[in-house]
């Protein structure tokens, strides 16, 4: 994904990181001033927004221009809050006792206790930053829970009877998909953002970033079928940046392509743009009608 | 502070907690707000938690920062005082508490709840004391936090940058998409589907069961003794029979039909059918309800467990519903009344529910939606009544 040498751009004050960009990700004004808003009040950011609007990219992004590593948390339903904190790996504990053929020593619980995701956040020497993506996956408990712990930035660990602190507060970050709100404890804890689809405007930037030798006619003409393509009807999964970034990638790799196939309203490369069949079926139908 | 702005806020139904509240004055503290635009931005993040209610808030601010669209001019004036008494707290707190007539001391001494409550009092007291109600805060009068009044602390009057750029945003109304509160969209179908994904027993890919076997090997001395449960997942069985007549539910088919289509990926064993208005003798598994006939009789042979999830309106002539001979179709004389047939499709599955794609409200002028509701649980067809129907649908009969 990264190309080219990486330039961060970012303004350092006097123990008073503040984030602006990254070199791989555009950043409009109002959510650069609630990542910082957030941090110093140290609060979790909890960012919602269709797919493709780069609420994971963000994380990367802020991790990249503070220069912190990233520790991802990726949810998933069946997940339990203590896994994501750490993990007692009894099975190779039962192992060694019985055959006693590693170093660890069998009698110390510790040497078998793992870190998870949020524990290897708490117990990084530097401040890292902490994405915990598509929470709306787990149950409500465990968004709670896990809430409670980011809040007192400590957790126990039961068989060795020990607290965890971190060292660090991470930079926290949470993306959700969900439409509907998440438990009302859980967002009063957290500063909220909702990512609209950026606008042509700013897509523009946004494609610049990714290929930035791209012709202004070129740019021009593929912003253009690419909303118009948003604006299909009964398309269930809508193109969004993903799709679009591949989509032109795909153009430019063909040496036979032209602009002008887009203005006479022929589009190739559909199935990069539509993933799902249905889809693709419908996005053909309408273009071949549109085009008379 | 902005205490006002708070309040409007709640009375226009945007949850925002006191916490919230204070936590935006703590952002203030900290310099983290210079001008509207920060205000803006940052008391959204920190107040307004879900994208619902931007659009609301995007109006509320509007209309509490710029005049244009105020019917009141005095609201301004009152806006600008609570500016001002914020800026000037959080500035020189022995000014403001000069102005008030209160020690210093005594109001460092509250908390910031009961400072807002103090400022608030202090403000409605002014409400009363100078034009009986009429306007907010006199404008001639000797009160100190009055706009032109007696203040000999010279109390700055709206320290806020004047950069209205915020207010042009807010009348962008940019949110307005996500405000819809109404029935499902296809839009929200993905999220629906989530919800009903729940109905199958999930519970951990892996089949051993955990518990089961430390508790068997601890009673077998140590000696290890694995327990395996059965998947639970394949087991759950759907009907859904959906309403496709008539023109009353046209809006809604497609809609319907698509979200439990995406259904049947989730469940295993998913089985559509149609009918028009109500349940006579026989289902549709056809669209048109011509070819594959279903009889209703058949339902007795069927798991009992199976979940029932009839959606339809509920809404049509009280004789279809009670007259034995009720159906609009000739070919369907000899039925008995439909709601004898609703009747035995609920005592034969514990697991029913009815969505309604008509919102609540409506549900009252329909005689017919409040006698079928007496025979099934009724919800409605929005995310929040899908989610109760999915966990009445889990729960119901246990």
Known sequence: ???????????????????????????????????????????????????????TMLAHAIAQSLQMPLIVLNVKSSMKLIEALYQYDTLTRLNDSRFGDSKRNVSDIEAYIKMGKIGQAFTADKKTVLLIDEIDKADTDFQDDMLDVLDQMQFDIIEIDKT??????????????????????????????????????????IVNVHFPKLDDELMKVCITTFYRLRELRGIEKKPATRELINWIRALKSDPDFKPKTLYQG?????????????????????IIKSRG | MFVNFFYTLRERGIPVTPTSFLRLQKAMHKGLVHSLDDFYTVARSVLV???????TYDQIFAHHFKNASLEDPTAVELNEVARAMLEEWLQNPKELADLLGI??????????????????????????????????????????????????????????????????????????????????????MGEAMKRLRRMAPTGPKDIVNVDKTIYE???????????????????LKVVLLIDNG?????????????????????????????????????????????????????????????????????????????????????????????????RFIAKTFRHCAWLNPMTVHEWYYSRTVETIRQVFPMFELTLDGLEKAVTHLTTSGK
């Open chain 2, 217 to 235: 090997t601890m009673r077998n001395a140590g000696e290890i003794e694995i327990i395996f449960d059965r998947r639970l997942t394949d087991r």
């Open chain 2, 103 to 188: 020690d210093k001391d005594q109001l460092k001494k509250m908390t910031p709840d009961e400072l807002i409550q103090y400022f608030l009092d202090r403000l409605k007291e002014q409400t009363e004391a100078h034009h009986g109600g009429n306007k907010w805060i006199g404008t001639g009068g000797t009160s100190p936090t009055g706009h032109s009044g007696y203040h000999p602390g010279g109390m700055r009057v709206g320290g806020v940058s004047r950069n209205h750029s915020a207010i042009k945003v807010a009348l962008e109304r940019r949110y307005r998409d996500y405000s819809q509160e109404g029935p499902l969209t296809q839009i929200q």
């Open chain 2, 49 to 55: 938690k879900s994208e619902r209610y931007f659009d």
């Open chain 2, 246 to 342: 008539g023109w009353s539910m046209e809006p809604y088919i497609d809609v319907v039909q698509t979200l439990f289509h995406y259904a049947s990926s989730q469940f295993k064993d998913l089985k559509i059918f149609f009918f028009h208005n109500t349940i006579y003798n026989r289902v549709w598994a056809d669209a048109q309800r011509y070819y594959k006939p279903q009889d209703v009789d058949d339902f007795i042979r069927w798991d009992p467990e199976t979940r029932i999830i009839i959606v339809g309106d509920a809404n049509m002539a009280p004789y279809e519903l009670m007259y034995p001979n009720g159906s609009i179709y000739l070919e369907e004389r000899q039925t008995g009344p439909s709601i004898e047939r609703l």
């Open chain 1, 1 to 55: 994904m990264v190309e080219g040498p990486q330039e961060f751009i970012m303004v350092l004050e006097k123990n008073n990181p503040r984030f602006t960009g990254a070199s791989q990700y555009v950043l409009d004004d109002e959510l650069a001033k609630i990542v910082n808003v957030s941090m110093a009040l140290e609060m979790p950011l909890l960012l919602k927004g269709e797919p493709g609007t780069g609420k």
């Open chain 1, 164 to 205: 965890i602190k971190a060292k660090h507060r991470p930079v926290i970050v949470i993306t959700s998909n969900a439409k509907k709100d998440l438990s009302d404890p859980f967002l009063g804890r957290c500063n909220f953002h909702h990512i609209a689809f950026p606008d042509p405007d700013m897509m523009r930037l």
């Open chain 1, 266 to 286: 022929r589009v190739p490369f559909l199935g990069v743009l539509f993933k799902k069949s249905a889809d693709l079926q419908q996005a053909t139908q309408q």
